[in-house]
């Protein structure tokens, strides 16, 4: 039982490359989540996923796309790289969307956009 | 907007003593849930303890215990007994019941563990 795992662990990019972050769960969890962490900064929602089939914006959504390939994967896009979307990303599942459910969060990717 | 407020940038206990982390979030509903996160130097966020709003017993967990205080919008977060492995960022969180799905993050306290 692996959690929730993510894939790339590192990764640097150029302005306007573009790139995909992947991750996955195995918990059978409906929801799931994509956050981003600046230095000295909780974690922000980009984007979320209560279902299978739905997603909707988070706090932070500008410059990100997503897609929930099915139960398991949900994707985290980025179309054109910018500086400011250096980060450490977070992705995370849930039971429910809603509630005291946990979430459970991957190891994150560290992003530099040189 | 709900708001998440630490005002510990940073703290230190020595091994085996207790420490207190401060918590204090800005909401105009009744029904919420409030988290503590962990994240050690392996940046994994390792949920601590949870709270529900509607319950006025303060949730406890092993040697971390919290301090819920509805009405002045406090929770902080006692660890007792300090072990090394306490060292880490500490995340306070909400999240609203009703709306979801999003938790609200603080900036957090760096915990320092001394010998």
């Known amino acids: 039982n692996a959690g929730v795992t993510q894939t790339p662990k590192f990764q640097v990019l150029k302005t306007g490359q573009s790139m995909t972050l992947q991750c996955a769960q195995d918990m059978n969890h409906n929801s799931m989540y994509w956050y981003r962490q600046d230095p000295g900064m909780g974690l922000r929602l980009i984007y979320y996923s209560a279902s299978e089939g739905t997603t909707d914006k988070g706090e932070v959504p500008n410059g990100y796309n997503v897609s929930r390939l099915n139960k398991r994967e949900f994707s985290l896009r980025l179309e054109s790289a910018a500086p400011s979307q250096t980060s450490v990303y977070f992705c995370a599942s849930s039971e429910f969307p809603r509630g005291g459910y946990e979430q459970y969060f991957g190891p994150g990717t560290r992003l530099t956009v040189t | 907007a709900q708001t998440v407020t630490q005002s510990q940038p940073e703290m230190s206990v020595q091994e085996a003593e207790t420490v207190t982390l401060s918590c204090t979030y800005d909401?105009?509903?009744?029904?919420?849930?409030l988290f503590w996160y962990k994240q050690p130097p392996s940046r994994q966020m390792i949920l601590v303890i949870r709270?529900?709003?509607?319950?006025?017993q303060n949730a406890t967990e092993n040697r971390f215990s919290v301090n819920f205080q509805k009405a002045a919008k406090s929770f902080s977060l006692k660890i007792s007994d300090s072990q090394l492995g306490d060292a880490a960022m500490y995340f306070c969180a909400y999240r609203s019941a009703p709306k979801g799905p999003e938790l609200v993050f603080g900036k957090g306290t760096k915990l320092t563990v001394n010998p």
């Open positions: 709270q529900e709003a509607y319950k006025q």
């Open positions: 909401t105009s509903e009744s029904d919420y849930y």
